[in-house]
């Protein structure tokens, strides 16, 4: 009976939070309403409040949950067995995937950046240390080991962090001024799928020192891990 009790427990916080996230990513920690997560968790409001201290509370547990299953993902991808310019690009190209596909977790991360910046946050400092920091420092280490083997080049491991990273912000982030300049837009399905096989493969021509081994196995990356099936993705990007 106790085990049922506590699927049950289990079951209406995960409900709850699943509701939290798509509210708080619509209309952020202020427009966000705790009626509407009630209602889309199918509970009473009164059950927020008993999981959840408060509304800031719901905000925070929400960012956690969201933030710890992609820290999670990435981690999983970084020990692969393959070589580790490969698990890199690997993770560049999950990296963009969740950008695409990851709506709600985007639209969270930009809005606590926002408030963090404004020195309003008090759960950013949390979520980097306890989900970001660990898959951050997991990254650097095998950037390290991967130029340590030969098979990257020497360079400061953070450059290539931004390198391999920053640059699929940048793609989503810039869409509509790309789209003012060239006249063409960056997020139709064709654009995007160009897009995701040109950054991984100019990361297979730039990164190693064997150019060819970088193609191949920018190649059998692109191969083995299929563009998500998804509707055209709205324009939030973190």
């Not at 506590?6 to 699943?18: A, E, P, V």
């Not at 698990?87 to 995937?97: E, G, T, V």
């Not at 699929?168 to 003012?180: G, I, R």
């Amino acid at each position: 009976m106790g085990n049922k009790r506590q699927i049950r427990s289990d079951d209406t916080r995960d409900r709850i939070l699943q509701a939290a996230i798509h509210e708080f990513s619509e209309h952020g920690l202020a427009g966000a309403r705790t009626g509407a997560i009630a209602s889309a968790a199918q509970v009473n409001k009164a059950l927020l409040y008993y999981y959840f201290r408060d509304k800031e509370g719901l905000y925070a547990a929400a960012l956690e949950s969201v933030a710890g299953k992609v820290a999670e993902s990435a981690l999983a991808l970084l020990h692969l067995n393959c070589s580790p310019g490969e698990r890199l690009l690997r993770l560049a190209l999950q990296h963009f995937d969740r950008i695409l596909s990851r709506q709600g977790f985007q639209a969270l991360m930009q809005q606590e950046m926002v408030r963090f910046h404004a020195g309003q946050s008090t759960a950013m400092r949390i979520i980097v240390r306890s989900a970001f920091e660990p898959m951050w420092e997991r990254a650097l280490d095998l950037i390290r080991e991967a130029m340590r083997s030969g098979e990257l080049c020497e360079a400061d491991p953070l450059q290539v962090m931004y390198a391999s990273l920053g640059a699929n912000v940048f793609y989503f982030l810039s869409a509509p001024m790309m789209q003012l300049l060239t006249m063409a837009d960056p997020l139709t399905p064709s654009a995007i799928q160009a897009r995701r096989r040109h950054a991984i493969e100019f990361l297979g021509q730039s990164l190693f020192t064997d150019r060819s081994h970088g193609a191949h196995l920018a190649g059998i990356v692109l191969a083995s891990t299929p563009l998500p099936d998804l509707a055209r993705p709205e324009r939030k990007t973190a």
